[in-house]
């Protein structure tokens, strides 16, 4: 797949109606175009409802259950967010046709474990005894399985701008602190194991936004987040980011993973191709050249 020294456009023939209250990203086709070995790759997707396929032409497909995570990617996002771009650009290079399927995350967990769709991402990565929120007496990764790593991204403790707590509490501290969690998410192992364990008061929000004003609005002493993701959403929500203050140190920069259902038949098989294929993309710089297409089309077109 790599070694082709040709130029491939993909189109697909039918593209749903979207009403006119849909975001940028939703109302456009996209194109995902990136070099491989000096030949240019070009794919377009498009949108039906809150579903972004791209149909290469493949013999096989991928569903991908996946969330509104700004700025990395989302519905709203200029151009879908370049890990949309990527995680899509990953999959057609390992030989499948993607199908990215937005939804609150906690659901999409639930799709994945029960064997619904092939792939959850982007997810962190999973610690070992972490259970499966969808299967009593079961761990996610009895459900789950981990690919390479994709990218990373920052994970901090947030507090109130007139909270007391200045700086990131060593782990022994948390059962201190009443804590702010989204539903589904995975957040650091460190972390998780002391959540599991019932020594933390936990809030479950149901997205970030939530999360934020949890923590904004006193509810609960610390949240737990990206710092991009949660700075994006504050602007989209009318938050002030002077209402709160990202803690440091930071708790880790957690990997990005795909996370393949174990239901699913030929899990191994994608598996395979997957962790193939990255190390691969990474060696032509696709991340970068990706990132860098998306920024000069926004930019162009205003969208940032």
Request: charged residues 15%; aromatic residues 8%.
């Amino acid at each position: 797949m790599f070694m082709l020294y040709i130029r491939v456009t993909v189109l697909i023939l039918a593209v749903a109606i979207l009403p006119a209250s849909y975001s940028y990203a939703q109302r456009q086709s996209i194109t995902i175009d990136y070099q491989v070995n000096d030949a240019t790759m070009s794919y377009t997707g498009f949108w039906r409802g809150s579903t972004f396929i791209v149909d290469a032409g493949f013999e096989r497909n991928v569903i991908v259950a996946t969330l509104d995570w700004p700025p990395y990617l989302g519905r709203n996002q200029c151009q879908g967010g370049w890990l949309l771009h990527y995680m899509a650009a990953l999959l057609l290079q390992a030989g499948y046709n993607p199908e990215f399927r937005f939804l609150p995350w906690a659901r999409a967990v639930r799709m994945t474990e029960l064997g619904h769709a092939d792939i959850l991402a982007p997810e962190y990565e999973i610690e070992s005894s972490a259970p499966s929120d969808v299967i009593p007496g079961s761990t996610r990764l009895n459900h789950l399985a981990l690919s390479s790593a994709l990218a990373h991204a920052p994970v901090h403790y947030v507090a109130a701008a007139d909270s007391a707590i200045t700086q990131a509490p060593q782990i022994s501290e948390l059962p201190n602190y009443s804590l702010g969690i989204v539903r589904g998410y995975q957040n650091a192992p460190q972390v998780d194991q002391v959540i599991d364990s019932g020594q933390v008061i936990v809030q479950q929000a149901i997205d970030d936004a939530q999360n934020l004003n949890l923590v904004v609005n006193g509810r609960v002493n610390l949240i737990i987040g990206d710092p991009l993701v949660l700075h994006t959403v504050a602007s989209a929500n009318g938050i002030d980011r002077a209402a709160y203050r990202v803690l440091q140190p930071s708790i880790t920069n957690q990997p990005l993973y795909f996370a393949l259902s174990k239901t699913r038949p030929q899990w191994q098989v994608l598996m395979q191709d997957i962790n193939q294929t990255i190390p691969v993309a990474s060696a032509q710089q696709l991340r970068q050249q990706l990132t860098e297409r998306i920024d000069e089309h926004c930019a162009a077109q205003g969208t940032y």
